[in-house]
């Protein structure tokens, strides 16, 4: 392979809280989501909500569906992951979902029955999908990340000359609130720029897409307004609705491979994600090291993939993914919370809500909703709130973090 309630309730709490013990140890639970039952057998997730509601796409062949067999169907489940349900296309043959906000809004990208593809928003308050369009001059769009007013952020292009399906003319868009007019974001490089995320301040981050550009990623101020490009070696990824911002950082020798996962803020404050105390990430002799930040939340816990590779193949030797505590602290491989089949592997959480729910992919098209259980404090609270689940029964026994 290859690289709130009433005042009673909460007196109520306080009083029950101060009756249990302290609970030292973080418990998880783990449910798979499951597939469609009219579409492909592989599942791929790529978003979340604070409801616990995952989107994303099934599809049958092709690593994450890459190989596009025109069999890919956007999803989209209900709260805590339960009954997954086919979003539909804008009239073509497949579909993808690649975000959903707290209001239950689902963006994303599918094939016209026309040829091409553009972006969509469907889920509450859109009975069907709504195509919203392209930039003038430009024939396909998709649709990345949405935020929580609706802005929607993707980006636009221009068939390919060669007839390759290869997109050209790349441009960053966002939209207005409730995925209004399409407006580009500015460009002061040239190059083709692709969107990863916007903020509920209508931040957007993102990176450029071709080589003629030696800045990798930029990142917008509020309301798409007044473009921030990052040093040559910072790569972007993602970005919190609070506008928490992580991705790579990739080495400044262009041969050497490794990258090393951050988060920070607009401003570049930059924390590295520190793997020291996870077993699994120990280098050996002519080897090196990759991670990502890929999803953040509001607490700054971060999330992605990451792996060691030998330096003389570029080879992966070990790969998994990873969920870190608050303010990126505390990274835990969460490989140790299942058990896979023979030949599967993680390859990276991909989303993670402010509950600390987290999606996590796998090599051969499984998904998972990884959600912590409360501690006994916490769930004292939680219970005279009215707020605690129950009768999750697919989910299996809770695994305790090492």
């Known amino acids: 392979m290859h690289l709130p309630r009433t005042l009673a309730f909460l007196?109520?709490?306080?009083?029950?809280v101060t009756a249990l013990p302290a609970q030292a140890t973080p418990q998880y639970t783990v449910f798979d989501l499951g597939t469609l039952v009219t579409a492909g057998l592989q599942v791929y997730a790529t978003g979340i909500n604070n409801s616990g509601q995952v989107v994303g796409y099934t599809y049958t062949d092709g690593f994450d569906g890459h190989a596009f067999n025109a069999d890919e169907r956007a999803?989209?489940?209900?709260?805590?992951?339960?009954?997954?349900?086919?979003?539909?296309?804008?009239?073509?043959?497949?579909?993808?979902?690649?975000?959903?906000n707290d209001r239950?809004?689902?963006?994303?990208?599918?094939?016209?029955?026309?040829?091409?593809?553009?972006?969509?928003?469907?889920?509450?308050?859109?009975?069907?999908?709504?195509?919203?369009?392209?930039?003038?001059?430009?024939?396909?769009?998709?649709?990345?990340?949405?935020?929580?007013?609706?802005?929607?952020?993707g980006t636009t292009s221009v068939d390919s000359p060669d007839g390759s399906g290869t997109p050209t003319q790349q441009r960053a868009f966002y939209t207005?609130?409730?995925?209004?007019?399409?407006?580009?974001?500015?460009?002061?490089?040239?190059?083709?720029m692709i969107t990863r995320g916007i903020d509920d301040q209508g931040r957007v981050v993102g990176y450029y897409a071709d080589e003629s550009v030696a800045v990798p990623a930029f990142h917008t101020g509020p309301g798409g307004q007044g473009v921030v490009l990052t040093t040559p070696q910072l790569s972007i990824a993602t970005i919190s609705a609070d506008g928490r911002i992580g991705g790579a950082l990739l080495a400044t020798d262009p041969n050497d491979l490794s990258a090393q996962a951050w988060m920070g803020s607009p401003d570049e404050q930059r924390t590295l994600i520190d793997f020291s105390g996870v077993p699994s990430f120990a280098l050996g002799a002519g080897q090196y090291s990759f991670s990502a930040v890929q999803a953040l939340n509001r607490l700054g816990q971060a999330a992605g993939g990451f792996g060691i590779a030998d330096a003389e193949t570029?080879?992966?030797?070990?790969?998994?993914?990873?969920?870190?505590?608050?303010?990126?602290?505390?990274?835990?491989?969460?490989?140790?919370?299942?058990?896979?089949?023979?030949?599967?592997?993680?390859?990276?959480?991909?989303?993670?809500?402010?509950?600390?729910?987290?999606?996590v992919n796998t090599w051969l098209g499984h998904a998972y909703l990884v959600s912590p259980v409360?501690?006994?404090?916490?769930?004292?609270?939680?219970?005279?709130?009215?707020?605690?689940?129950?009768?999750?029964?697919?989910w299996p026994v809770v695994t305790p973090l090492p």
């Not at 007196?11 to 029950?16: D, R």
């Not at 602290?329 to 030949?343: I, R």
């Open 104 to 153: 239950g809004q689902v963006v994303g990208t599918s094939a016209l029955a026309t040829g091409g593809y553009h972006a969509f928003i469907g889920g509450t308050g859109e009975p069907t999908l709504r195509d919203l369009g392209t930039l003038p001059g430009s024939t396909w769009s998709t649709a990345r990340a949405i935020n929580g007013s609706g802005q929607v952020a």
């Open 314 to 359: 570029n080879s992966i030797t070990f790969a998994s993914a990873y969920v870190t505590g608050p303010d990126g602290q505390g990274a835990l491989d969460v490989g140790t919370l299942l058990t896979l089949a023979e030949g599967d592997r993680l390859t990276r959480v991909t989303g993670i809500n402010d509950k600390g729910q987290f999606i």
């Open 374 to 394: 409360p501690e006994p404090a916490t769930a004292a609270l939680w219970a005279a709130g009215g707020l605690l689940l129950i009768g999750r029964k697919k």
């Open 11 to 16: 007196s109520l709490a306080a009083g029950l």
């Open 75 to 100: 999803f989209v489940t209900g709260p805590n992951g339960s009954g997954i349900t086919d979003v539909g296309t804008l009239g073509g043959a497949w579909s993808r979902a690649h975000a959903i």
């Open 176 to 192: 207005q609130p409730d995925a209004g007019a399409l407006h580009p974001v500015d460009n002061p490089l040239g190059g083709e």
